[in-house]
């Protein structure tokens, strides 16, 4: 039973000594660079309303959701999500705000996955949202935060797919597809089957403009050209053609912040997450299976909270994200100027005034009293698994 108690449930994990260190670091470094770009911290809850991640909202599905019940009977649930939260925030305490609000914030997310997809149950994230805005200047803010975030984390080669939802809306909308043909077009691009999406597209009578832009869906990168002869195609298509010169518009202006070499359009992006409206975006890079980051613009989600304001907003999933660096040998830099202080019991005061002197001087020390049945030996190996920088023996 003893034994047992050491283990952790499915799913999480314990974070502990270096690895802790770095990640403590990463998300400070994080945070100030939110802070450079204008965004206020905000903490919410680890546990909300079940109604705030409800299905109508868009997010989680609720097999999917860590749900239990207060004194008084109300169903709640760990948060699956940040953005949701925000946006409560957001619609109580800046309800009379009519210029754009700028948070960012930092917690665990909780959800319920299936065992067999070997992911994290528990996971931090780190990130901002720009509510109040529906630019395209907005859109090119957060990712250009978003390719700072990553640098600034250490990654050198890392790319952020950009899609758009209105572009496979449109695309839905203009075939007239049935509702279990839409599903089957998502469930293939989801899983990357785009041998099989041109099947399901060549057995619909489509036009030919159409059958080319569903094709586009597996361009993992737009050219210029493929962007104009796309926008060529779509011209009956109003809803297709706005969320093309979006995108278009968003390159432009995200050349101005000369990070444009780290996004690329990419027309099959999908998102579980139902409330986004516009642009949707994740970043991958070498030694990580899952999104590193991911993101979107969610124009109407606020409303659910009774304040309208378009708005967009990212997250970092820290655990990736260190995951990532640490398989690509990328070093998080841990000052750790910490002395042991190992003194004998009559020494106890000169040993103490010694430790406060280090610490005035901002470096660390812990106090250990000598053992009789322990060598010098024992205890400079014990200050080297402790990573000390150095010992001192009174």
């Given at each position: ?23 403590l ?19 919410t809850p ?5 109604d705030?991640?409800?299905?109508e ?43 754009p609000?700028?948070l ?50 250490g ?14 809306r ?56 493929m ?30 912040y ?20 516009g ?12 999104p ?15 304040k ?35 003194y ?9 005034e ?37 010992i001192?023996?009174?």
């Amino acid at each position: 039973m003893k034994r047992k108690l050491l283990h952790t449930p499915e799913g999480v994990r314990d974070i502990y000594n270096m690895e802790c260190a770095r990640k403590l670091i990463l998300q400070q470094n994080l945070q100030d660079l939110l802070k450079m770009y204008g965004y206020q911290a905000i903490e919410t809850p680890t546990f909300e309303f079940f109604d705030i991640f409800s299905r109508e909202i868009g997010t989680t599905p609720s097999k999917d959701l860590y749900k239990f019940f207060d004194r008084e009977g109300n169903t709640l649930v760990l948060r699956p999500d940040m953005t949701p939260s925000i946006a409560r925030c957001v619609a109580k305490y800046y309800a009379e705000e009519e210029f754009p609000v700028r948070l960012c914030y930092m917690g665990n997310t909780f959800i319920n996955n299936n065992s067999y997809q070997g992911r994290l149950k528990e996971s931090t994230q780190l990130g901002a949202e720009l509510v109040g805005d529906n630019s395209v200047a907005a859109d090119a803010e957060i990712l250009a935060l978003v390719v700072d975030s990553l640098k600034t984390a250490g990654l050198l080669e890392f790319q952020i797919g950009v899609g758009h939802t209105d572009f496979f809306r449109g695309l839905v909308q203009a075939a007239e597809l049935k509702e279990e043909e839409e599903q089957e077009l998502i469930a293939l691009i989801s899983n990357k089957n785009f041998f099989g999406v041109e099947e399901l597209v060549d057995s619909l009578h489509l036009s030919s403009e159409l059958k080319e832009l569903f094709s586009m869906l597996g361009n993992l990168c737009m050219s210029d050209d493929m962007m104009c002869k796309a926008k060529k195609l779509s011209a009956r298509y109003p809803v297709i053609l706005q969320a093309l010169e979006r995108l278009e518009s968003l390159m432009q202006v995200l050349s101005c912040y000369h990070v444009e070499k780290y996004v690329s359009i990419e027309l099959g992006m999908l998102s579980s997450y139902h409330y986004y409206t516009g642009i949707i975006f994740a970043g991958y890079t070498f030694g990580s299976g899952e999104p590193i980051v991911k993101g979107g613009r969610y124009d109407n989600l606020m409303d659910y909270f009774g304040k309208h304001a378009p708005s967009i907003g990212f997250a970092v999933v820290t655990d990736q994200l260190l995951a990532a660096l640490a398989r690509q040998k990328i070093d998080i830099a841990v000052e750790n100027n910490q002395t042991l202080v190992v003194y004998h019991k009559e020494h106890q005061q000169e040993a103490i005034e010694r430790a406060v002197s280090l610490r005035e001087q901002n470096l660390g020390a812990a106090l250990v009293c000598w053992e009789d049945e322990k060598t010098e030996a024992d205890y400079r190996a014990y200050a080297q698994r402790m990573h000390m920088q150095s010992i001192m023996f009174i």
